[in-house]
């Protein structure tokens, strides 16, 4: 047999060995991988899955435990009510800003932001009634508010924080003053601390952007309401929105608070000229009357020369007289009430009859009895004030603090008899027949002051004239020393409808 051919035989041409082998090598079960693990893994894998599930638990416990701190530190640091505004917050401004005029402006700025932020401090569920259930609800001008204070012009003298404002609880928010042109108002310094009496002396001089800029300010902030509120955007939103649409009022834009703005003369304005100074304060009521609930005009600034001879019948009578028509033809539905911001100055019998006769002759609606004063005489000369203390005492400007308080309640009574006793009678024009009320300058006055709050509401009854009819009755606001409740409620018993504060909160 050829060579080739017995290759062939030996070499088969399947692997029959391999196939052999194959089918006779009995097949292993599979076994899992996870099974065929040694036992002590098994236990460190339960281990481990136990200790994954406690640090689980406790993340979640330091997670609430945090999310619940940001809440409690969010509800205290935004309440009113936290003693931490009172005694860290402000002491630390004064720190930071020795410089009173700089921690003013430090503080509207802060209130700006926070509020814009949402985190700014707020009054939370108080609306009309306080902690005792006592209702602090009070109608002024028609409407119902929320409570009986308010805050005083100077606090944010360019409108620019009022909404934050009127969450810190107050019913009535006073911005401004606005002049009719930009002023720079007088050198710096000029704001001084007296804090041994919680006293201020500021010569700011009404320093004002004017009131094109104010209004424009005001306006945007009417708009943006709008917006927000599914009203549009644009001039129709907004004449919705001061037309009363809202169901708030057009200035506050919050319902049961009210807006007022103070308006002035620019100092470059010839008091002499009565003309020119009506034209001031008839531009700016032009500009802002549609965005307030309340003018105020300022005639008794003790920083702006000669503005406070304007307080004599004659051109008192003739500016508010030309206020008052120009408020009443702002393109609205409701027209802003207009009050008159008197000195605490002018006391004399015939100045506050003068002052009570131009507030009927011209048709206002009330008047702000109060301001600061030029007097010094509210210190004794025997009280000790550190050398810093006493040199700013001397300073020139407005004198504000709780010694102010005893005049400011004296006042109100006076005005309350004179105002209610309607308008003055003369004969043959020789001067008003009605005889003042003798009050003197003290805190008891002849008035009971209650020991417990109540709802305070006016006894008066309308005044009336001499032919019988019924005129509706002028309203007071009170400012000046105004630090608490208890004095609060003094002036409101004294007849004024709002007590208004300023250097409490400064």
């Known amino acids: 047999m050829p060579y080739s051919s017995l290759r062939l035989l030996r070499t088969p041409k399947y692997p029959i060995r391999s196939i052999l ?76 800003y020795p410089d009173a005029e700089d921690a003013h402006h430090a503080g509207t700025k802060a209130l700006k932001a ?3 932020f949402g985190v700014h401090p707020r009054e939370r569920d ?17 409407q119902s508010l929320q409570n009986p204070i308010g805050t005083s012009a100077g606090i944010d003298k360019l409108a620019e924080i009022p909404d934050a404002l009127l969450a810190l609880g107050p019913a009535i928010v006073e911005v401004g003053g606005a002049t009719a042109h930009p002023q720079d108002g007088n050198p710096r310094p000029r704001v001084f601390r007296l804090p041994s009496q919680k006293a201020l002396i500021n010569r700011y001089g009404l320093n004002s952007r004017g009131a094109d800029d104010m209004a424009m300010r005001l306006r945007e902030r009417v708009r943006l309401f709008a917006y927000h509120n599914g009203y549009g955007v644009g001039p129709e939103a907004e004449e919705l929105v001061l037309n ?3 169901g708030v009022p057009p200035g506050s834009l919050v319902e049961g608070k009210m807006l ?24 700016c009521v032009e500009r802002l009357a549609p965005y307030a609930d309340i003018l105020v005009v300022n005639v008794s600034s003790p920083n702006t020369p000669g503005l406070r001879t304007l307080q004599r019948v004659e051109p008192l009578t003739r500016i508010l007289e030309a ?5 009443r033809s702002v393109n609205r ?40 004063t030029n007097r010094r005489d509210h210190i004794p000369n025997d009280v000790n004030l550190p050398a810093k203390e006493r040199q700013a005492l001397n300073e020139q400007g407005g004198f504000s603090g709780p010694h102010m308080f005893k005049r400011t ?55 009336t004239t001499p032919e019988g009819a019924r005129q509706e009755q002028k309203v007071i606001f009170a400012t000046g020393g105004i630090t608490n409740g208890q004095q609060a409620l003094e002036v409101l018993n004294a007849g004024a409808s709002v007590a208004q504060i300023y250097t409490a909160l400064m």
């Open 409 to 463: 309640l004296a006042l109100v009574k006076r005005y309350r008899h004179l105002l209610d006793q309607g308008p003055p009678r003369h004969e043959n024009n020789h001067g008003p027949v009605n005889q003042p009320m003798a009050i003197e300058d003290n805190a008891a006055g002849g008035q009971h002051i209650p020991n417990s709050p109540e709802k305070v509401e006016s006894a008066k009854a309308p005044a």
């Open 323 to 327: 206020v008052v028509g120009a408020a």
């Open 333 to 372: 539905k409701t027209s802003p009430k207009v009050m008159v911001k008197v000195s605490p100055d002018e006391d004399q019998d015939e100045q506050i009859e003068g002052i009570v006769e131009a507030i009927w002759r011209s048709g206002v609606d009330g008047v702000i009895v109060g301001n600061t």
């Open 244 to 246: 009363g649409e809202a």
């Open 260 to 283: 007022a703005v103070q308006v002035a003369k620019n100092k470059s304005t010839k008091d002499e000229d009565i003309e020119a100074v009506k034209r001031d304060y008839v531009y």
């Open 114 to 116: 926070l509020y814009s």
């Open 21 to 96: 082998l194959s089918q006779s090598r009995p097949i292993a079960p599979r076994i899992s991988i996870r099974s065929a693990r040694p036992a002590s893994t098994s236990t460190s894998t339960t281990a481990g899955d136990a200790g994954s599930a406690g640090r689980r638990l406790k993340n979640a416990l330091y997670g609430t435990s945090l999310s619940l701190f940001a809440v409690f530190t969010y509800l205290y640091i935004t309440d009113t009510r936290a003693s931490v505004h009172q005694w860290l917050v402000v002491p630390a401004v004064r720190w930071v």
């Open 126 to 142: 108080s609306k009309a009634r306080d902690a005792k259930d006592v209702d602090l609800g009070i109608t002024v001008f028609g």
